[in-house]
């Protein structure tokens, strides 16, 4: 059974902490994302990343940075953590597709941040 | 602006019949859109793929449309079950390259009744 796994179901930080999400995912897959999550607003695109070591901005990176060292490990990072990153986080993967081959998203189950 | 647009509201349909999910796109030219399911706490699941050179697409108890002169997708569930209940949520590939990412819509939440 394929997975994405990120470490967290549940995580609580305090304001202007240093906060990791990591996400691992064992289908071999080049291509790894981060969306949050947030009621009326739906799934947003952080950053993605197609290789190790590349990384790409989203819709909204601000506030974050990424790290892809390995192929099956892909990890969020909050430089500063503040309340308006409390949200849901979703790590996906997915395989490596050019044109219209470009195949689904394998979603992880969430990490629920709350930052007070 | 580019712009995914599902029904915002909740669907209710009664248990039997079938539920009908609409997504809307401007300004994209998507080479595919995909269909997820989202329960509640959980990440979204995988449902169906149909591309821009194909009008429909099906697998058990789900259908879906794709018009491109419309700029719109048709998700169908027949013979619904209140199992069905979950948030639906349609995504494109919106970007210039395959492996960028792809761009939800805000999802439509389904409430299938006994």
């Known amino acids: 059974d394929v997975k994405v796994t990120q470490s967290s179901r549940y995580l609580v930080k305090r304001t202007g902490e240093k906060v990791f999400l990591e996400c691992v995912q064992d289908m071999d897959h080049e291509n790894m994302f981060w969306y949050r999550q947030d009621p009326g607003l739906g799934l947003r695109l952080i950053y993605f990343s197609y290789d190790v070591k590349m990384k790409e901005k989203g819709d909204i990176p601000e506030g974050y940075s990424v790290s892809r060292e390995k192929k099956e490990r892909f990890s969020l990072i909050l430089e500063s953590a503040s309340t308006n990153q409390t949200s849901m986080y979703l790590c996906?993967?997915?395989?490596w597709g050019t044109g219209d081959l470009n195949t689904e998203a394998f979603f992880g189950q969430g990490t629920r941040l709350t930052v007070v | 602006s580019q712009k995914i647009e599902q029904n915002s509201e909740a669907l209710n349909i009664q248990e039997g019949k079938t539920a009908t999910l609409t997504c809307n796109y401007t300004?994209?030219?998507?080479?595919?859109l995909q269909w997820y399911r989202q329960d509640p706490g959980r990440g979204p699941v995988f449902l169906l793929l149909?591309?821009?050179?194909?009008k429909e697409k099906r697998k058990e108890r789900l259908k879906v449309t794709f018009d491109t002169t419309l700029k719109q997708s048709l998700f169908h569930i027949t013979a619904s079950q209140p199992a069905d209940s979950a948030t639906y949520l349609c995504?494109?590939?919106?970007?210039?390259?395959?492996?960028?990412?792809?761009?939800f819509g805000k999802g439509t939440h389904l409430i299938i009744q006994p």
């Open positions: 996906a993967s997915s395989k």
């Open positions: 149909i591309r821009e050179n194909e």
């Open positions: 995504a494109l590939d919106a970007r210039p390259r395959g492996a960028d990412g792809l761009t």
């Open positions: 300004n994209y030219s998507p080479a595919y």
